[in-house]
T-cell receptor, first 116, second 117 residues
Framework: NAGVTQTPKFRVLKTGQSMTLLCAQDMNHEYMYWYRQDPGMGLRLIHYSVGEGTTAKGEVPDGYNVSRLKKQNFLLGLESAAPSQTSVYFC???????????????FGPGTRLTVT | AQKVTQAQTEISVVEKEDVTLDCVYETRDTTYYLFWYKQPPSGELVFLIRRNSFDEQNEISGRYSWNFQKSTSSFNFTITASQVVDSAVYFCALSTRGYYGNNRLAFGKGNQVVVIP
């Protein structure tokens, strides 16, 4: 049981390049999330998904796209990277006991992205 | 709106001292869950505890304890006899059924705890 995994762990991009971050979970969770973490800013939600084939915008979605083609995978894409996207990216998954409320989120180890 | 406030940004303590982290939350819902996470210097986010709004019993796990008080909308976390391994950022989070809270957690900004040997 690997939990939540992310690839890659580190990446350096040049401005304008594109890349995809992959998140995978083996807990059969419906809900998946992408966050970015910057110094002093806490965790900021980029996009999330409440089930296979669905996606929704979070607090800071601009410059990112996501897809959830399979329940266990959640992809985060940067089409044209900018230095402002230098950050640590975390994926998380969660489940619900019902009534529209969430239990805890389980996080991946993070991806450290630098855009030069 | 659902909101979590962790007022103290950085707290320094000498090893073996106790440290308490304050978490104040806002919600109009009567059903909600509260969580604490630990993020050590290695960077991963580790889930520590979940507490539901109907259970106000305090919880103790080793040197960690949590005090939930609905009357003051607080869910405080105490580390007793701190150790260097407790140095980390600690996040409090809230899950509700409310419009904004649906399908998301509201996180506080985190408390940086530095334990000095």
């Amino acid at each position: 049981n690997a939990g939540v995994t992310q690839t890659p762990k580190f990446r350096v991009l040049k401005t304008g390049q594109s890349m995809t971050l992959l998140c995978a979970q083996d807990m059969n969770h419906e809900y998946m999330y992408w966050y970015r973490q910057d110094p002093g800013m806490g965790l900021r939600l980029i996009h999330y998904s409440v089930g296979e084939g669905t996606t929704a915008k979070g607090e800071v979605p601009d410059g990112y796209n996501v897809s959830r083609l399979k329940k266990q995978n959640f992809l985060l894409g940067l089409e044209s990277a900018a230095p402002s996207q230098t950050s640590v990216y975390f994926c998380a998954s969660s489940y619900s006991p019902g009534q529209g409320i969430l239990y805890e989120q389980y996080f991946g180890p993070g991806t450290r992205l630098t855009v030069t | 709106a659902q909101k979590v406030t962790q007022a103290q940004t950085e707290i320094s303590v000498v090893e073996k001292e106790d440290v308490t982290l304050d978490c104040v939350y806002e919600t109009r819902d009567t059903t909600y869950y509260l969580f604490w996470y630990k993020q050590p210097p290695s960077g991963e986010l580790v889930f520590l505890i979940r507490r539901n709004s109907f259970d106000e019993q305090n919880e103790i796990s080793g040197r960690y304890s949590w005090n939930f008080q609905k009357s003051t909308s607080s869910f405080n976390f105490t580390i007793t006899a701190s150790q260097v391994v407790d140095s980390a950022v600690y996040f409090c989070a809230l899950s509700t059924r409310g419009y904004y809270g649906n399908n998301r957690l509201a996180f506080g900004k985190g408390n940086q705890v530095v334990v000095i040997p």
